[in-house]
């Protein structure tokens, strides 16, 4: 996986995923689109350089899931950190590979420009490598079962990321809403499998017609991960079978122009939240 060439930081070193690139490259620095990939850019280099201390565990987790502070300068912020280490085994999943599929799926979300997804990089930390994606301040008491009705737009987007990158575990508890008002999708680390694996709480949306803004983004992320740098840096994450599938499940969806309905296998996650 591609590393970095700066020297060590403090007690960790930077490894793994740099920030992508600025896709308002081109746009007048005084526009909101220029801040807001700037300000990407920063908390991703601050995510992959900056001084990873472990807090300690977060609960109800059935892997190594870490509260974290990452410092760097005078600057600060909270971190998941999942350590390869502490992945359990799965048997259709290849051991060693979720911390990686947490950061593709950012990639991916970062591409498309939707759902929201936590900047999220791979690295070296005190447990060894792992992902280390920015924590969201968010109300507990709220998850995907409340939130739906109220926030319908995002969820369709949601939605349709979780077809794209097959994510097998959309927990209710996944979705989150932020202090910021907006909803957070988290917990990506059984996505990508080039097998059928949809499981997922958000079954609503079922037969009706994707918004034509969606369609076009899903045909520019299926031709980028064919022929584009982000094809190959999913490639580099996990491999070129799964980013080759992520690819077509894009150009499907968006040829079919309607949310999926559920396979034959199990299309539901347990628990549900």
């Not at 807090?55 to 950190?81: D, F, H, I, K, Q």
């Not at 097998?195 to 009706?208: A, F, S």
């Amino acid at each position: 996986m591609p590393g970095d060439e700066r020297p060590p930081k403090h007690r960790v070193r930077r490894a793994g995923e740099e920030a992508g690139p600025d896709r308002a490259e081109g746009r007048s620095d005084s526009s909101d689109a220029s801040r807001t990939a700037r300000e990407l850019d920063d908390l991703l280099a601050l995510l992959a350089g900056g001084e990873l201390e472990v807090l300690g565990r977060l609960p109800r987790a059935s892997n190594a899931t870490l509260l974290a502070r990452v410092r760097e300068g005078g600057r600060e912020a909270r971190a998941v950190y999942k350590p390869r280490a502490g992945e359990a085994p799965l048997w259709d999943f290849p051991e060693g590979t979720l911390c990686a599929r947490e950061v593709a799926a950012f990639l991916v979300a970062r591409e498309l420009g939707w759902p929201n997804v936590p900047p999220t990089v791979l690295r070296d930390g005190p447990l060894g490598v792992g992902s280390v994606q920015l924590f969201v301040e968010h109300d507990p008491g709220e998850h995907a079962l409340t939130l739906a009705d109220r926030y319908p737009d995002e969820f369709r987007r949601i939605v349709a990321f979780d077809v794209v990158v097959n994510n097998a575990d959309r927990k209710a508890g996944h979705c989150l809403l932020g202090v910021d008002g907006r909803i957070h999708a988290v917990d990506h680390g059984v996505c990508f499998s080039p097998e059928p694996k949809l499981r997922t709480v958000l079954w609503d949306y079922v037969g009706e017609e994707l918004p034509p803004p969606l369609v076009t983004d899903l045909r520019r992320l299926a031709g980028e991960l064919r022929d584009g740098p982000l094809g190959r840096r999913v490639a580099d994450l996990l491999s070129e079978r799964e980013a080759r599938a992520t690819a077509v499940r894009a150009e499907r969806l968006a040829e079919g122009g309607r949310f999926p309905g559920p396979g034959p296998e199990r299309p539901y996650p347990w628990p549900l939240l």
